[in-house]
């Protein structure tokens, strides 16, 4: 009853940018923490970034400075701006969402996207 919906993804050149959106629907009471993982062919999942509900944001290494999350809470919608792509970039990428359901249950949630490529060519 709760969906993401990734959409922004794309192929590009190196050093191109593009625009990651992920909105959240459905049966939400309040969502804390949201956030983007990847996944490129060989290597697991990694976070690239998260953003609490205050703004609070955290990034991996290896794209701080070059991308920026940030959240519309009035949507339940997280975004990633990837300035800068590297081939280093390309993997799948995932929307995550940290959902409280219902206002008197104490259970978190996550949920995620199923996930948009981003291919940065050479």
């Known amino acids: 009853q709760v969906q993401l919906a990734e959409s922004g993804g794309g192929l590009v050149q190196a050093g191109g940018s593009l625009r990651l959106s992920c909105a959240a629907s459905?049966?939400?009471?309040?969502?804390?923490?949201m956030g983007w993982y990847r996944q490129a062919p060989g290597k697991q999942r990694e976070l690239v970034a998260t953003?609490?509900?205050?703004?609070?944001?955290t990034y991996a290494d290896s794209v701080k400075g070059r991308f920026t999350i940030s959240r519309d809470n009035a949507k339940n919608t997280v975004y990633l701006q990837m300035n800068s792509l590297e081939p280093e970039d390309t993997a799948v990428y995932y929307c995550?969402?940290?959902?409280?359901?219902?206002?008197?249950?104490?259970?978190?949630?996550?949920?995620w996207g199923p996930g948009t490529q981003v291919t940065v060519s050479s």
């Open positions: 995550s969402a940290d959902v409280k359901r219902r206002a008197w249950s104490l259970q978190l949630s996550q949920y």
């Open positions: 459905g049966s939400i009471f309040s969502i804390n923490g």
């Open positions: 953003s609490t509900s205050g703004g609070t944001t």
